[in-house]
C-alpha cells in the first residue's frame, strides 16, 4: 500500500474532555431531532463536562454529512452561537464522509497550533434517519408521465457512482481479496455486540454519554430552538443498538447480496447521534489543568489521511496508520489500543489482516457494528472513546481511525497524557 498522503504532526494539542449522545436505532427516540440541534446539545454538554467557558472558545468546527433540516448550512454558526460562543467567533463546516470526526480534530489542532485560537469547539453530528427523501431534477417541473425522481438520500449516498457499487459492496471486494469468510465476520459481530454489551453493563459506555431530554435552547435576541424526543419517551440515557447476539442467530441473517458475506447484523447500525470535544493549546491545558486539578483526556499527537481505490474504499485505515506510524517513528507493537470504525466487519477484518494487528486491542468496547456509525459525528466519539479507555487501561498510545467512501482513510495518534 502506498505510503503517500496528508500527514499534520502537533507538538502541543491538547483533547480536553469530549461528550456524545446516545446513539440511537434510525426512526427512534431522536427520530425528530435535527443534526443542528443534536450537535447543540453535545456541545454544551462538552463544555460543560471540561468546565470550559463558551467565551474562551475562538472557532467552531463541525461537521455533517446528510443534511437533516432546512437550516443545515447555518449549522456550525448556530451550533457555537446557542452553545454559548461569542457572536464574534467564526464556525466552519468540515466534511471527510465517514472520516468527518477525525478532520475535526485535525484542523482543530490546526487552529491552535497555528495561534488562530486558544482553544476550539469540535462537534460532529448526524440524524440518519432526516436523511431527505430528495429530488435534484423537479425544480423546472413535472412532465406529465415522466418518472418521479425522488430517491431515499441515505441509500442513495451509500452509493458510489465511480465504480458503481455501494458501501456494502466494497466490503464485498475486500472479503474476496482477503479471504475472509462469513463465519469470520460474524464471530467478528457477534464479539463487538459482546464487548459493547460488556462496556455498558461495566457503565463504561454511560461516562461519555449526555442524556437527552426535551429541552429548550435559548439565545437572547433570537429565535428560542431545542430538541422533542419522539413518542412518549422523557429520556434517553443509553445507545439503544447494542444486544447479545450469538453467532449462531447472526449466521441465520440474511445476506444483503445473494453469496456476500455482509448482513445487517454485521454491518454498521443506522443510528443518530452528535459528539462533541474541546481542543486546545498546551498554554490554555496547562492553565486549565491547574484550574480544574486534572489532566486532558489526551494529547492529539499527529493525523494521517490518504487515498484508497473507490471499489476497496474499506481498507482505507491500513494505509493511513502505516503512514501515521511511518512519520511518527512508532510501531504498531506500541500502539495499545486502537479504535477502527466498524463499518462492515469484512472491511474492519481486512484492516486488520492488511496490518497483521492483533484483535485484542481493537475496539475493546464494542465497534459500530454494536453501538452505530452516525457519520460525521463517528470520529469524535471514537476518539473520546479511545481517550478514556487509555486513561482507563492506564497505557500510553492509540490510534482512532476510519474508512471513507469514496476511497480514503484517515488516522489520529492519541497520547495519555498520565502515562507520557
Ligand atoms: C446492511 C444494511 C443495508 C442493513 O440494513 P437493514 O436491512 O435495514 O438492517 P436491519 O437492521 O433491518 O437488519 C436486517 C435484519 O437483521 C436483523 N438483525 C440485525 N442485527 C441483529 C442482531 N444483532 N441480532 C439479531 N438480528 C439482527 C434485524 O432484526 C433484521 O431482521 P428482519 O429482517 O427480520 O427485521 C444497513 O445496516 C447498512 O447499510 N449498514 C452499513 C452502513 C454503511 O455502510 N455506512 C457507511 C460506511 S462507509
Given at each position: 500500500m502506498t505510503s503517500r498522503g496528508f500527514f499534520s504532526a502537533f507538538d502541543d494539542v491538547w483533547l480536553l474532555d469530549g461528550v456524545r449522545t446516545p446513539m440511537v436505532d434510525?426512526?427512534?427516540?431522536?427520530?425528530?431531532?435535527?443534526p443542528t440541534d443534536m450537535g447543540i446539545k453535545a456541545a454544551r454538554a462538552a463544555l460543560a463536562r471540561a468546565g470550559v467557558a463558551g467565551d474562551d472558545i475562538g472557532s467552531v468546527v463541525a461537521g455533517n454529512m446528510?443534511?437533516?433540516?432546512?437550516d443545515q448550512f447555518c449549522l456550525p454558526r448556530h451550533v457555537g452561537l446557542y452553545a454559548g460562543v461569542p457572536m464574534q467567533v467564526p464556525a466552519i463546516m468540515v466534511q471527510r464522509i465517514c472520516g468527518t470526526g477525525f478532520e475535526l480534530f485535525r484542523q482543530a489542532g490546526e487552529h491552535v497550533q497555528g495561534g488562530a485560537c486558544d482553544a476550539a469547539l469540535v462537534v460532529g453530528t448526524e440524524s440518519m434517519t432526516r436523511n431527505p427523501i430528495a429530488s435534484f431534477e423537479h425544480r423546472t417541473g413535472f412532465k406529465l408521465g415522466a418518472p418521479v425522481g425522488f430517491k431515499d438520500f441515505m441509500w442513495e449516498a451509500l452509493k458510489d457512482p465511480a465504480p458503481g457499487i455501494n458501501m456494502i459492496q466494497t466490503a464485498e471486494n475486500l472479503a474476496r481479496k482477503y479471504g475472509i469468510t462469513r463465519e469470520e465476520v460474524d464471530q467478528f459481530a457477534s464479539d463487538s455486540f459482546a464487548k459493547a454489551v460488556a462496556a455498558q453493563q461495566s457503565g463504561f459506555h454511560a461516562g461519555e454519554i449526555v442524556p437527552v431530554v426535551t429541552e429548550k435552547f435559548e439565545l437572547e435576541g433570537y429565535h428560542p430552538r431545542g430538541i422533542r424526543l419522539s413518542g412518549k419517551v422523557t429520556e434517553v440515557n443509553a445507545d439503544t443498538h447494542a444486544r447479545p447476539s450469538p453467532v449462531e442467530v447472526l449466521a441465520k441473517l440474511k445476506p444483503v447480496y445473494e453469496g456476500g458475506v455482509q448482513t445487517g447484523g454485521n454491518s454498521s447500525a443506522l443510528v443518530d447521534a452528535a459528539a462533541a470535544a474541546i481542543v486546545a493549546s498546551g498554554d490554555y491545558a496547562r492553565a486549565w489543568t491547574k484550574r480544574q486539578g486534572r489532566k486532558p483526556l489526551g494529547r492529539v499527537v499527529a493525523a494521517a489521511a490518504v487515498g484508497v481505490p473507490p471499489e476497496i474504499m474499506g481498507i482505507g485505515p491500513a494505509p493511513a496508520i502505516r503512514l501515521l506510524l511511518a512519520r511518527t517513528g512508532?510501531?504498531?507493537?506500541?500502539?495499545?489500543r486502537l479504535e477502527i470504525n466498524e463499518a462492515q466487519g469484512a472491511q474492519t477484518l481486512a484492516v486488520a489482516r492488511e496490518l497483521g494487528l492483533d484483535l485484542a486491542r481493537l475496539n475493546v468496547n464494542g465497534g459500530a457494528i454494536a453501538l452505530g456509525h452516525p457519520l460525521a459525528a463517528t470520529g469524535v466519539r471514537l476518539t473520546v472513546t479511545l481517550a478514556r479507555e487509555m486513561k482507563r487501561a492506564q497505557v500510553r498510545y492509540g490510534i482512532s481511525s476510519a474508512c471513507v467512501g469514496g476511497g480514503q482513510g484517515i488516522a489520529l495518534l492519541i497520547e495519555n497524557p498520565e502515562v507520557a
Open positions: 434510525y426512526c427512534g427516540a431522536l427520530g425528530h431531532v435535527s446528510a443534511p437533516g433540516d432546512f512508532l510501531t504498531l507493537n506500541q500502539i495499545d
